[in-house]
T-cell receptor, first 115, second 112 residues
Framework: DVKVTQSSRYLVKRTGEKVFLECVQD?????MFWYRQDPGLGLRLIYF???????EKGDIPEGYSVSREKKERFSLILESASTNQTSMYLC??????????????FGSGTRLTVV | GENVEQHPSTLSVQEGDSAVIKCTYS??????FPWYKQELGKRPQLIID?????GEKKDQRIAVTLNKTAKHFSLHITETQPEDSAVYFC???????????FGKGTSLLVTP
């Protein structure tokens, strides 16, 4: 019953390539997020979105952009991949709600290696 | 923005002992504090959360306490078991649906 799906589990790209990481959720969640996870640094927020065609910068947006053309899909774009973008990328979604049944649902992650 | 600090970074306990992980936050407007567990090679999963109008919440062997005045919250795991071994992340947010700011994680090892 996977509810947040990331298109690739492992990805190897070359420096300078344009890279697309895709995330799809089937829970009708309003909010979607992209984090990168690095050892010792925890999860750092790259970008997030509260609605279709809406995006907000997180803590480390440099070198990344996002696209949300449909409610269920949130794409992370590395405009020109660099080796320091080698990382685990986690997508998450949540309800825009004050109800008790909220909280993030994470995807399985995409481990990106830039060579 | 919100800054969440988490301690310790690693914790080793014997099976059956208790484990405590502590987090502090900087933004007094934060009102939602979840904890996530990430097993090796798996996605983080929500294990317990607390809102700022509650001081303590329990779910079987897991409890979370919140001190809004001091701006810190803690995860308590009692009667630890080897399957509790994982990385635990605390987080804080000004609203349940808004972006979470995470601590750097605590690697918990429970030895038999």
């Amino acid at each position: 019953d996977v509810k947040v799906t990331q298109s690739s589990r492992y990805l190897v790209k070359r420096t300078g390539e344009k890279v697309f990481l895709e995330c799809v959720q089937d829970m009708d969640h309003e909010n979607m997020f992209w984090y990168r996870q690095d050892p010792g640094l925890g999860l750092r927020l790259i970008y997030f979105s509260y609605d279709v065609k809406m995006k907000e910068k997180g803590d480390i947006p440099e070198g990344y952009s996002v696209s949300r053309e449909k409610k269920e899909r949130f794409s992370l774009i590395l405009e020109s991949a660099s080796t320091n973008q080698t990382s685990m990328y986690l997508c998450a979604s949540s309800l825009f709600s004050q109800r008790d049944d909220y909280g993030y649902t994470f995807g399985s992650g995409t481990r990106l290696t830039v060579v | 923005g919100e800054n969440v600090e988490q301690h310790p970074s690693t914790l080793s306990v014997q099976e059956g002992d208790s484990a405590v992980i502590k987090c502090t936050y900087s933004d007094s407007a934060s009102n939602y504090f979840p904890w996530y567990k990430q097993e090796l090679g798996k996605r983080p999963q929500l294990i317990i959360d607390i809102r700022s109008n509650v001081g303590e919440k329990k779910d079987q062997r897991i409890a979370v306490t919140l001190n809004k005045t001091a701006k810190h919250f803690s995860l308590h795991i009692t009667e630890t078991q080897p399957e509790d071994s994982a990385v635990y992340f605390c987080a804080a947010s000004s609203d349940s649906g808004y972006a979470l700011n995470f601590g750097k994680g605590t690697s918990l090892l429970v030895t038999p």
